[in-house]
């Protein structure tokens, strides 16, 4: 099956450092990544939608500025938490998503900031 | 809006006790469905999907679910859980068009004792 990976697995930062999180496609070509939330004992929340070379559609609440989407390729996709602050902590998901609408879910990454 | 509704937020059962995972949602147009499970400190599964066909899907574990269209349901079945299906459960839907975000339900708890 397609493979996604993401770096780092996990990730301590200082408040009001910025820390950038790589989503790749290992096995097939993504044309759409999406990028998820998980609080603590909480569901998925999808943060934004990115499509190869097109700026990232954010859901609403997202702050755009805040989580920037980079989806410079067909295999990887960044996330820049800027600034960060203790609120931030939380799962990062990505997932990968080719020609058929399935998507193949990234392995996620914690993000703590101190 | 769309949504997904979980109707069992912690469903506790003994070994070889059947289960069943109630799922709805509420979406517009045709839907593809999905089940994934997250076992602890591990990262989002899929157990099984359905896009068309029979609405009798059968996925990995051992699990099955039927699509009830007029009931707007995806529920999850197994006829006899074990210890190791512990895990938290999600059901998730989008529509089927390439390139459009999964709506995930707020997961279920699932806690088998031996």
């Known amino acids: 099956g397609a493979v996604v990976s993401q770096h780092p697995s996990r990730v301590i930062c200082k408040s009001g450092t910025s820390v950038k999180i790589e989503c790749r496609s290992l096995d097939f070509q993504a044309t759409t990544m999406f990028w998820y939330r998980q609080f603590p004992k909480q569901s998925l929340m999808l943060m934004a939608t990115?499509?190869?070379?097109?700026?990232?559609?954010?859901e609403q609440g997202v702050e755009k500025d805040k989580f920037l989407i980079n989806h410079a390729s067909l295999t990887l996709s960044t996330l820049t938490v800027t600034s960060a602050h203790p609120e931030d902590s939380s799962f990062y998901i990505c997932?990968?998503?080719?020609?058929?609408?399935?998507?193949?879910f990234g392995p996620g990454t914690r993000l703590t900031v101190t | 809006a769309q949504s997904v509704s979980q109707h069992n937020h912690h469903v506790i059962l003994s070994e070889a006790a059947s289960l069943e995972l109630g799922c709805n949602y509420s979406?517009?147009?045709?839907?593809?469905l999905f089940w994934y499970v997250q076992y602890p400190g591990q990262h989002l599964q899929l157990l099984l999907k359905?896009?068309?066909?029979?609405?009798l899907v059968k996925g990995i574990k051992g699990f099955e679910a039927e699509f009830i269209k007029s009931k707007f349901s995806f529920n999850l079945r197994k006829p006899s859980v074990q210890w190791s299906d512990t895990a938290e459960y999600f059901c998730?839907?989008?529509?089927?068009?390439?390139?459009?975000?999964?709506?995930f339900g707020k997961g279920t708890t699932l806690s088998v004792s031996s």
């Open positions: 990115s499509n190869e070379g097109s700026k990232a559609t954010y």
């Open positions: 979406y517009g147009g045709t839907v593809n």
């Open positions: 359905y896009f068309s066909g029979d609405p």
């Open positions: 997932s990968a998503s080719g020609r058929v609408n399935e998507q193949y």
């Open positions: 998730a839907v989008t529509l089927n068009q390439a390139g459009t975000a999964l709506i």
